[in-house]
Protein backbone atom coordinates (compact mmCIF):
# COMPACT_ATOMS: atom_id res chain seq x y z
CA UNK A 1 0.00 0.00 0.00
CA UNK A 2 1.09 3.19 -1.05
CA UNK A 3 0.34 5.46 2.22
CA UNK A 4 1.44 8.50 0.44
CA UNK A 5 -0.66 8.55 -2.52
CA UNK A 6 -3.52 8.03 -0.10
CA UNK A 7 -2.10 10.76 2.38
CA UNK A 8 -2.27 12.79 -0.94
CA UNK A 9 -5.83 11.58 -1.87
CA UNK A 10 -7.06 12.76 1.47
CA UNK A 11 -5.21 16.21 1.42
CA UNK A 12 -7.00 16.74 -2.42
CA UNK A 13 -10.31 16.16 -0.46
CA UNK A 14 -9.92 19.27 2.20
CA UNK A 15 -7.81 21.11 -0.44
CA UNK A 16 -10.44 23.76 -0.39
CA UNK A 17 -11.57 23.64 3.18
CA UNK A 18 -7.49 24.27 3.95
CA UNK A 19 -7.51 27.43 1.82
CA UNK A 20 -10.22 29.03 3.41
CA UNK A 21 -9.27 28.39 6.90
CA UNK A 22 -5.52 28.91 6.32
CA UNK A 23 -6.23 32.47 5.04
CA UNK A 24 -8.96 32.80 7.84
CA UNK A 25 -6.07 31.85 10.27
CA UNK A 26 -3.82 33.93 8.65
CA UNK A 27 -1.16 32.17 7.28
CA UNK A 28 0.26 34.68 5.88
CA UNK A 29 1.15 36.01 8.69
CA UNK A 30 1.89 33.55 10.86
CA UNK A 31 4.96 33.19 12.41
CA UNK A 32 5.48 29.54 13.24
CA UNK A 33 3.43 26.88 11.69
CA UNK A 34 3.22 23.37 13.45
CA UNK A 35 1.46 20.12 11.95
CA UNK A 36 0.73 17.43 14.26
CA UNK A 37 0.75 13.83 12.87
CA UNK A 38 1.98 15.33 9.31
CA UNK A 39 2.91 11.37 8.34
CA UNK A 40 4.66 11.96 4.85
CA UNK A 41 4.70 15.65 4.12
CA UNK A 42 1.61 15.82 2.09
CA UNK A 43 0.15 18.85 3.63
CA UNK A 44 3.15 20.30 4.96
CA UNK A 45 4.30 19.97 0.96
CA UNK A 46 1.65 22.31 -0.15
CA UNK A 47 1.89 25.19 2.37
CA UNK A 48 2.72 28.75 1.11
CA UNK A 49 3.48 30.88 3.54
CA UNK A 50 6.73 33.23 5.14
CA UNK A 51 6.65 31.40 8.74
CA UNK A 52 8.94 28.07 9.25
CA UNK A 53 7.06 25.04 9.21
CA UNK A 54 7.16 22.30 11.37
CA UNK A 55 6.27 18.92 11.35
CA UNK A 56 5.83 15.84 13.99
CA UNK A 57 4.62 12.26 13.69
CA UNK A 58 5.29 9.00 15.99
CA UNK A 59 6.48 7.30 12.58
CA UNK A 60 9.97 7.36 11.46
CA UNK A 61 9.69 5.83 8.09
CA UNK A 62 6.42 8.77 7.29
CA UNK A 63 9.40 11.27 8.43
CA UNK A 64 12.10 9.72 6.45
CA UNK A 65 9.46 10.42 3.36
CA UNK A 66 8.30 13.40 4.69
CA UNK A 67 11.91 14.63 4.36
CA UNK A 68 11.39 13.94 0.66
CA UNK A 69 7.89 15.37 -0.10
CA UNK A 70 8.37 19.12 2.10
CA UNK A 71 12.25 19.48 2.66
CA UNK A 72 11.90 22.95 3.85
CA UNK A 73 10.13 21.58 7.01
CA UNK A 74 11.88 21.32 10.05
CA UNK A 75 10.54 17.43 11.44
CA UNK A 76 10.27 16.00 14.90
CA UNK A 77 9.50 12.14 15.98
CA UNK A 78 7.62 12.56 19.07
CA UNK A 79 4.01 11.91 20.76
CA UNK A 80 1.14 14.31 20.06
CA UNK A 81 0.19 13.58 23.64
CA UNK A 82 3.43 15.13 24.99
CA UNK A 83 4.53 17.50 22.10
CA UNK A 84 8.07 18.06 22.88
CA UNK A 85 8.24 22.46 22.02
CA UNK A 86 7.96 25.03 24.71
CA UNK A 87 4.40 26.78 25.42
CA UNK A 88 3.07 29.34 23.32
CA UNK A 89 5.65 28.50 20.85
CA UNK A 90 3.05 28.88 17.43
CA UNK A 91 0.94 30.73 15.45
CA UNK A 92 -1.28 27.91 13.82
CA UNK A 93 -1.01 24.52 14.98
CA UNK A 94 -3.36 21.86 12.68
CA UNK A 95 -3.81 18.20 12.18
CA UNK A 96 -5.57 16.63 9.59
CA UNK A 97 -7.04 13.07 9.87
CA UNK A 98 -4.91 12.82 13.23
CA UNK A 99 -6.77 12.76 16.27
CA UNK A 100 -9.64 9.66 15.42
CA UNK A 101 -6.05 7.65 15.89
CA UNK A 102 -4.78 8.97 19.55
CA UNK A 103 -5.87 7.10 22.82
CA UNK A 104 -6.85 10.26 24.11
CA UNK A 105 -8.28 12.70 21.39
CA UNK A 106 -8.54 15.63 24.71
CA UNK A 107 -4.92 15.44 25.62
CA UNK A 108 -3.91 15.85 21.75
CA UNK A 109 -6.26 18.89 21.81
CA UNK A 110 -4.76 20.49 25.49
CA UNK A 111 -1.63 19.99 23.69
CA UNK A 112 -2.07 21.57 20.48
CA UNK A 113 -3.45 24.59 22.83
CA UNK A 114 -0.36 24.91 25.11
CA UNK A 115 1.88 25.25 22.53
CA UNK A 116 -0.13 27.58 20.44
CA UNK A 117 0.35 31.30 21.64
CA UNK A 118 -2.83 33.24 22.81
CA UNK A 119 -4.87 34.55 20.31
CA UNK A 120 -3.61 32.18 17.98
CA UNK A 121 -4.95 29.45 15.94
CA UNK A 122 -6.01 25.65 16.26
CA UNK A 123 -7.06 23.79 13.38
CA UNK A 124 -8.51 20.13 13.24
CA UNK A 125 -9.08 19.84 9.31
CA UNK A 126 -11.05 16.29 8.97
CA UNK A 127 -12.22 13.96 11.53
CA UNK A 128 -14.54 11.65 9.73
CA UNK A 129 -17.21 10.13 11.81
CA UNK A 130 -17.79 6.18 10.25
CA UNK A 131 -20.94 5.36 12.48
CA UNK A 132 -23.32 7.45 10.63
CA UNK A 133 -21.55 6.71 7.17
CA UNK A 134 -24.26 5.66 4.11
CA UNK A 135 -23.85 2.96 1.52
CA UNK A 136 -26.40 2.50 -1.02
CA UNK A 137 -27.50 0.75 -2.47
CA UNK A 138 -28.50 -1.53 0.50
CA UNK A 139 -26.47 -4.49 -0.30
CA UNK A 140 -23.22 -2.39 0.38
CA UNK A 141 -23.79 -1.52 3.65
CA UNK A 142 -21.87 -4.23 5.32
CA UNK A 143 -18.73 -2.35 3.27
CA UNK A 144 -19.05 0.19 5.95
CA UNK A 145 -19.41 -2.01 8.83
CA UNK A 146 -16.48 -3.95 8.10
CA UNK A 147 -14.35 -0.71 7.44
CA UNK A 148 -15.63 1.16 10.76
CA UNK A 149 -14.72 -2.58 12.92
CA UNK A 150 -11.61 -2.66 11.21
CA UNK A 151 -10.90 0.55 12.51
CA UNK A 152 -11.69 -0.22 15.93
CA UNK A 153 -9.42 -3.18 15.65
CA UNK A 154 -6.39 -1.03 14.58
CA UNK A 155 -7.23 0.99 17.51
CA UNK A 156 -9.04 4.36 15.96
CA UNK A 157 -12.03 5.75 16.94
CA UNK A 158 -13.88 5.71 14.16
CA UNK A 159 -17.22 7.69 15.37
CA UNK A 160 -14.67 10.69 17.09
CA UNK A 161 -15.88 13.32 14.33
CA UNK A 162 -19.19 13.87 15.76
CA UNK A 163 -17.58 14.74 19.30
CA UNK A 164 -14.73 17.13 17.71
CA UNK A 165 -16.36 20.69 18.28
CA UNK A 166 -17.40 19.11 21.81
CA UNK A 167 -13.52 18.71 22.56
CA UNK A 168 -12.11 21.83 21.24
CA UNK A 169 -14.74 23.40 23.75
CA UNK A 170 -13.72 20.71 26.73
CA UNK A 171 -10.05 22.08 25.99
CA UNK A 172 -11.22 25.56 26.56
CA UNK A 173 -11.10 26.51 22.79
CA UNK A 174 -12.92 29.32 21.54
CA UNK A 175 -14.84 27.58 18.35
CA UNK A 176 -15.02 29.94 15.22
CA UNK A 177 -16.45 27.65 12.85
CA UNK A 178 -17.03 23.90 12.89
CA UNK A 179 -18.99 21.72 10.56
CA UNK A 180 -18.76 18.58 7.96
CA UNK A 181 -16.49 18.96 4.75
CA UNK A 182 -18.29 17.11 2.74
CA UNK A 183 -21.45 16.65 1.46
CA UNK A 184 -21.17 13.09 -1.04
CA UNK A 185 -19.04 11.78 -3.08
CA UNK A 186 -18.87 12.56 -6.46
CA UNK A 187 -17.98 9.28 -9.16
CA UNK A 188 -14.37 8.85 -8.43
CA UNK A 189 -11.97 8.02 -11.08
CA UNK A 190 -10.94 4.37 -12.34
CA UNK A 191 -7.46 5.11 -10.03
CA UNK A 192 -9.15 6.23 -6.65
CA UNK A 193 -11.29 3.41 -6.49
CA UNK A 194 -8.42 1.15 -7.01
CA UNK A 195 -6.82 3.14 -4.50
CA UNK A 196 -9.50 3.22 -1.92
CA UNK A 197 -10.19 -0.53 -2.56
CA UNK A 198 -6.52 -1.47 -1.84
CA UNK A 199 -7.33 0.56 1.68
CA UNK A 200 -10.06 -1.63 2.34
CA UNK A 201 -8.02 -4.90 1.43
CA UNK A 202 -5.28 -3.99 3.91
CA UNK A 203 -7.85 -3.16 6.23
CA UNK A 204 -10.12 -6.52 5.99
CA UNK A 205 -7.62 -8.91 4.61
CA UNK A 206 -7.18 -10.94 8.34
CA UNK A 207 -11.30 -10.20 9.25
CA UNK A 208 -12.89 -10.85 5.69
CA UNK A 209 -12.44 -13.70 3.11
CA UNK A 210 -11.03 -12.49 -0.11
CA UNK A 211 -14.54 -13.95 -2.10
CA UNK A 212 -16.82 -11.91 -0.01
CA UNK A 213 -14.37 -8.80 -0.43
CA UNK A 214 -14.47 -9.79 -4.04
CA UNK A 215 -18.13 -9.83 -4.16
CA UNK A 216 -18.69 -6.70 -2.48
CA UNK A 217 -16.14 -5.10 -4.73
CA UNK A 218 -18.25 -5.91 -7.72
CA UNK A 219 -20.94 -4.81 -6.49
CA UNK A 220 -19.54 -1.52 -6.19
CA UNK A 221 -18.09 -1.26 -9.58
CA UNK A 222 -21.46 -1.76 -10.63
CA UNK A 223 -22.87 0.86 -8.27
CA UNK A 224 -21.12 3.06 -9.89
CA UNK A 225 -21.47 2.21 -13.61
CA UNK A 226 -25.02 2.41 -12.96
CA UNK A 227 -24.77 5.58 -11.26
CA UNK A 228 -26.49 4.22 -8.02
CA UNK A 229 -23.42 4.44 -5.72
CA UNK A 230 -23.96 6.32 -2.75
CA UNK A 231 -21.02 6.78 -0.32
CA UNK A 232 -20.93 9.71 2.10
CA UNK A 233 -19.20 9.63 5.33
CA UNK A 234 -19.67 12.67 7.57
CA UNK A 235 -15.72 14.45 7.95
CA UNK A 236 -15.88 17.14 10.59
CA UNK A 237 -13.66 20.18 10.94
CA UNK A 238 -12.82 22.62 13.88
CA UNK A 239 -11.21 26.01 13.57
CA UNK A 240 -10.67 27.45 17.13
CA UNK A 241 -8.97 30.64 18.91
CA UNK A 242 -6.76 30.21 21.87
CA UNK A 243 -8.32 32.75 24.52
CA UNK A 244 -5.80 35.75 25.43
CA UNK A 245 -6.80 35.70 28.82
Known amino acids: MDWHARYLQQAAWTRDLRAYLFKKAGLDSARRVLEVGCGTGAILRDLTTPAPLHGLDLNPSALTQALVNAPAALLTCGNGLDL ?90 QLRETGTIQGGVDEPSVREREMEWAVIQADLGESVSREEIQKIKLLDDEAWSKGERVLYVPTYFAWGVVPTR
Open 84 to 173: PYPSHSFDIVYCHYYLLWVSDPLQAVFEMKRVTKPGGHILALAEPDYFARVDKPAALRPLGEWQRDALQRQGADPGFGARLAETFFSAGI
